[in-house]
């Protein structure tokens, strides 16, 4: 177990890294933009080109690991992304920019996949809740701190973020190559069946789909909040800079507490399947909450409820499918990240649409699509093994 728990942490803190790398270039990008004489629309492309790279190429990253092995995928992964930044960094074009932006896309979607199907071949199904919560909350200081480290290193330099993400990313692609084993089942499934677009067609259509479209559910509910509440409480409240800067702070903790040390003992106590109904139904209170609340404290008190429902979601979903995955972790874990991601690219689009309709239309919106996924966890409970999954891979039967 200890050998288990100084893995975790190598693979939480390479999660760290590539997140705090995504957010610390966050506040850079539009002086970038205006420095290169580039728009909106430009901005755009920019910021969409990330989540769509991730979308594509997630999968293809999950399913190499499970040929070649997990840690030789990681470690290429982080150190492509460390180069990416670089020159992202060194651009002077705009085309420099798309192509960096572009490249980090590919290159970092080989981590989530690879570090939750490493957890899942190596960490006992009782613990394996709590792993996930363990990167899950990794991945939510990366994003709330990113942005923070960037504000401050690019009044520097504008270029700073991406020179010392660069050598963050360095650093922990040395961490991965040399404290980092390979994951045995990894090893021992190299010679495993190839994932076909038949197979994956009939895994959408297993009982990992449903989980698969539960994710997608969450992620878009996830980025449809995120994409709009700043702008909501500034013109719903008239917050200040300050009161916004408090809103994420809450976000942030809240997101550590619930993944880090709160998904893992409730998913032991009341299952995973509960913790994902429930963790449903309360975003969709959240959200209602967050639509009908009348001042800033209240709607702070209805967004922390609604981020720690879902920080609760996230680590049973993947779990859950863990166990369905058997030998094929990093394919079922690489379909996992692209549901994700789609649901990144679509919800702040839809998000945006409505909120020129209407701002509370985001949220009771939100509130709608998470019914719609509570129906479904309720209605159409997926068959999760209780115990060790076959070697075949149950999302596959």
Not at 91 to 110: C, P, Q, Y
Not at 352 to 366: A, C, E, H, V
Request: aromatic share 8%.
């Amino acid at each position: 177990m200890k050998a288990v728990f100084k893995n975790t942490l190598i693979l939480s803190f390479t999660m760290l890294v590539v997140m705090l790398g995504y957010g610390m270039v966050m506040p850079a990008i539009p002086f970038y933009i205006e420095k290169l004489g580039a728009g909106g629309q430009e901005m755009g492309w920019l910021i969409s080109s990330y989540s769509l790279m991730q979308l594509i190429c997630a999968p293809l990253w999950g399913q190499l690991s499970d040929r070649i092995g997990r840690k030789p995928v990681l470690a290429a992964g982080v150190l492509g992304y460390a180069m990416a930044l670089l020159f992202f960094g060194l651009a002077t074009k705009f085309w420099m920019l798309l192509l960096a932006r572009t490249l980090s896309g590919i290159l970092s979607s080989a981590a989530m996949p690879t570090a939750l199907a490493y957890i899942g071949d190596n960490m006992p199904e009782s613990e394996r809740s709590a792993g996930m919560g363990q990167l899950g909350a990794a991945i939510g200081a990366g994003v709330i701190a990113g942005p923070l480290m960037g504000g401050l290193l690019s009044a520097q330099q504008l270029s700073l973020p991406f020179f010392i993400g660069a050598g963050m990313a360095g650093f922990a692609f040395l961490f991965v190559l040399v404290l980092l084993p390979e994951s045995s089942r990894a090893a021992a499934s190299r010679e495993s069946e190839k994932i076909t677009p038949a197979a994956i067609r009939q895994a959408l259509l297993s009982p990992a789909g449903l989980l698969l479209l539960l994710v997608l559910i969450m992620s878009f509910g996830m980025a449809n909040f995120q994409g709009i509440i700043g702008l909501y409480v500034v013109d719903r409240f008239d917050c200040s800079t300050r009161q916004v800067g408090t809103l994420w702070m809450v976000i942030g903790a809240t997101l550590i507490l619930g993944q880090g040390a709160l998904a893992g003992p409730l998913g032991r106590r009341g299952g995973e399947e509960r913790l994902i109904r429930l963790g449903l139904a309360g975003g969709a209170i959240g959200f209602a909450c967050i639509a009908l609340a009348g001042n800033f404290i209240s709607a702070l008190l209805a967004i922390g409820g609604f981020i720690l429902a879902l920080a609760l979601i996230g680590p049973a979903l993947n779990a859950s499918l863990s166990r369905l995955a058997g030998e094929h972790q990093g394919s079922l874990m690489g379909l996992n990240s692209a549901a994700a991601s789609l649901g990144r690219v679509a919800g702040p689009v839809l998000a945006g649409f409505l909120y020129d309709q209407n701002l509370r239309l985001p949220f009771w919106s939100g509130a709608m699509i998470f019914l719609l996924g509570t129906f479904l966890a309720i209605a159409f409970r997926p068959r999760v093994p209780p115990s060790h999954p076959p070697s075949s891979g149950q999302f596959l039967a």
